[in-house]
């Protein structure tokens, strides 16, 4: 079946502009994650979806990001004034909420700010 | 979660099966012992998952000593497709737990 999406693929923007990173999860999983992932290192948590209830956001390094889920499916992971420490790849999980929590990846969207 | 160790590279034939080895000495009782792998500019790929019984998917095998302080990530016949870096996570399983990924081991499957 159909995996997790992500677009754009690559974007690159200069320094100072808003971009929006888009997520399709695998249909029926309930719980969805941003992750960012830097050039050779590990994984940064940002944001849980799960439902309808509030989101985690625990991972948000600043109050430039913030991400939205319109009908628990679809979401919207949007960075505004973007700076160069902001490049990274960005990445978005779903799962299921129950029985089985294994994520599922999306293949990221690469962001490069100039 | 409980912190993994694993050696940060190794190498294989291809055709023979990769042992990829995992310490997790200080793990619970309540968590369970995740692999995910990532090729080369791609997302993490979820592999399988164990608490105490060895599981075997269509992927790879998962051995659990009985002590569960160790696993190893069992490749019965690797290709060169399965080069990536192999991620060992401990994580109690359940909605919201986000993956914290270590260093993980870079595999090279050679021909």
């Known amino acids: 079946g159909a995996g997790v999406s992500q677009s754009p693929s690559n974007k690159v923007t200069e320094k100072g502009k808003d971009v929006e990173l888009r997520c399709d999860p695998i249909?029926?999983?309930?719980?969805l994650y941003w992750y960012r992932q830097s050039l050779g290192q590990g994984l940064e948590f940002l944001i849980y979806?799960?439902?309808?209830?509030?989101?985690?956001k625990s991972g948000l390094p600043s109050d430039r990001f913030s991400a939205e889920r319109t009908g628990g499916s679809v979401s919207t992971l949007t960075i505004q004034r973007t700076q160069q420490e902001d490049s990274a790849v960005y990445l978005c999980?779903?799962?299921?909420?129950?029985?089985?929590?294994?994520?599922?990846f999306g293949p990221g969207t690469r962001l490069t700010v100039t | 979660d409980a912190k993994t160790t694993q050696p940060p590279s190794m190498d294989c034939a291809e055709g023979r099966a990769a042992n990829l080895p995992c310490n997790h000495s200080?793990?619970?009782?309540?968590?369970?012992v995740y692999w995910y792998r990532q090729i080369h500019s791609q997302g993490p790929q979820y592999i399988i998952h164990?608490?105490?019984n060895n599981e075997t998917n269509e992927m790879a095998s998962l051995i659990i000593t009985e002590d569960r302080k160790s696993s190893t990530l069992i490749l019965p016949h690797a290709t060169l497709r399965d080069t990536a870096v192999y991620y060992c996570?401990?994580?109690?399983?359940?909605?919201?737990?986000?993956?914290?990924f270590g260093g993980g081991t870079r595999l090279m499957v050679k021909p």
């Open positions: 979806f799960q439902g309808n209830s509030a989101p985690d």
């Open positions: 999980a779903s799962s299921l909420a129950y029985p089985r929590y294994e994520q599922y």
């Open positions: 996570i401990v994580r109690v399983d359940n909605a919201g737990n986000m993956l914290t």
């Open positions: 200080t793990i619970s009782g309540n968590e369970y």
């Open positions: 164990g608490l105490k």
């Open positions: 249909s029926g999983h309930t719980a």
